[in-house]
Each structure stands twice: as C-alpha cells, then as structure tokens.
C-alpha cells in the first residue's frame, strides 16, 4: 500500500528566508511524487512532479523539491519565501497503477 | 482551454437525500477521479473512471457511485446523505496518469 507523511501540520517563516516543506512516503514500486497548493476555497493547484531522472526537481513559483531514496523523502522547498506563498500544501505518491494518494497537509505561513 | 470544471460550487442537501456532482475534465483528458476532502485533511480518493469504467475504487460505501460519458465527463452520486458526507468533493483529471489537474471543488454542506 502507498502512503505520504507529512510531520508538520504547521511550519511558519519570515518572508525573505528559505523554507521547507516535509514529505515522507511509502511505496512498493518506484513512486510518482507530486507537491500541490491549495488556498482558501480553492481546489488543488499542481506545483512540480518527480517521475524519474534528476533528484532535483524544480516547479512552478520558484520552488523545487529534492527526491531522496534513500530516505524515502520529497521535501519542497523555496529559497526565498513570499507572502503570497502562505497556503496549505500537499504531498501526494502514486505507485504505479494506482492513483495518488495524499498527505494530510502543511499550512504555510510567511510573515511579513 | 476552461480546465476542469465543477459544478455547482456549492449546495445544501437534507440528511437521507441524494446528491449528483458534475466534472468536464481538461480538454484531452481521459480519466477522472474524485476526492474528497473534510474540512482540515488531505484530499481521501473515492474512485477513478476510465473508458466509462470503474477502473479504481478507494475505501468508500456503495452509496457513493459514478459515472463517466462518452465525452469524458463525470458525475459522482451519494445516496442517503449523512452529516459526515459534508465535505469540498474535488475532480481530477489526467492523461496517460501523470499529474492530475483538479477543479475548483464542489462545497457539500448536509445539515
């Protein structure tokens, strides 16, 4: 069965600062990973993938997640975070045929 | 291209009611599948449709049913609605099931 741990429900940054994002997944395949946006009222807005090739993935608005094997790990991650990027913000696995399955989600906040 | 869309964005139902939600997915996609997210949680997948099957279903009850047409759309249908039902229902469509791209949700409030 596949799954995604996201450990922190909240993760709070000043604007200006790298942030991260956690994700910790299960799979008994080789994983399909996906970060997602969420915003108040809004459906899920797609951020960057990892199917396979370069561990470093970048994606939309400046931020990129690193695939670690190894640890079973797809962090997200933004070198310079903005206001505008506080939001909810998912992880999400897929194996193979099955469809994806997601984390439980981390509120972003990024203070002024 | 409109991107996936929902309809209607929101609704109040009656417990014991039943409900039919809408999805015309991405043009080009093939598959749609529903989620459902309760207030505070991640996205709990319902089903997936594909060549107007079934192809995949998540831990959900039988009153939870759907139905994909020939042009790729959807409808997600719930009978005998229960408070617990009340949730943002989110359509995702794909192809060749690489990155899914969801509407903007349907809002269902069962009081």
């Known amino acids: 069965a596949q799954s995604v741990a996201q450990p922190e429900d909240q993760v709070n940054v000043a604007e200006g600062n790298p942030l991260t994002v956690k994700c910790t997944y299960s799979?008994?395949?080789?994983?399909?990973l996906f970060w997602y946006v969420q915003y108040p009222n809004r459906g899920l807005q797609f951020l960057l993938k990892?199917?396979?090739?370069?561990?470093l993935v970048k994606g939309s608005y400046g931020f990129e997640a690193e695939f670690n094997k190894s640890q079973t790990s797809f962090h997200l991650k933004k070198p310079s975070a903005l206001v505008s990027d506080s939001a909810l913000y998912f992880c999400?696995?897929?194996?193979?045929?099955?469809?994806?399955?997601f984390g439980a989600g981390t509120r972003l906040t990024v203070k002024p | 291209d409109a991107g996936v869309t929902q309809s209607p964005t929101h609704l109040i139902k009656t417990r014991g009611q039943q409900v039919t939600l809408r999805c015309s997915p991405k043009?080009?996609?093939?598959?749609v599948s529903w989620y459902q997210q309760a207030l505070g949680q991640g996205p709990q997948f319902i089903f997936q449709?594909?060549?107007?099957?079934?192809?995949q279903r998540g831990n959900f009850p039988d009153r939870f049913s759907g139905h994909q047409f020939p042009n790729y759309s959807s409808e997600l249908n719930v009978n005998a609605l229960l408070l617990g039902d009340s949730a943002l229902y989110l359509c995702?469509?794909?192809?060749?099931?690489?990155?899914?791209?969801f509407g903007q949700g349907t809002r269902l409030t069962v009081v």
């Open positions: 995702a469509s794909t192809l060749n099931r690489v990155e899914a791209f």
């Open positions: 799979v008994s395949g080789n994983p399909y």
């Open positions: 990892y199917i396979t090739g370069d561990n």
């Open positions: 999400a696995v897929r194996d193979g045929d099955n469809d994806m399955r």
């Open positions: 043009s080009g996609h093939d598959t």
């Open positions: 449709y594909y060549e107007e099957e079934e192809r």
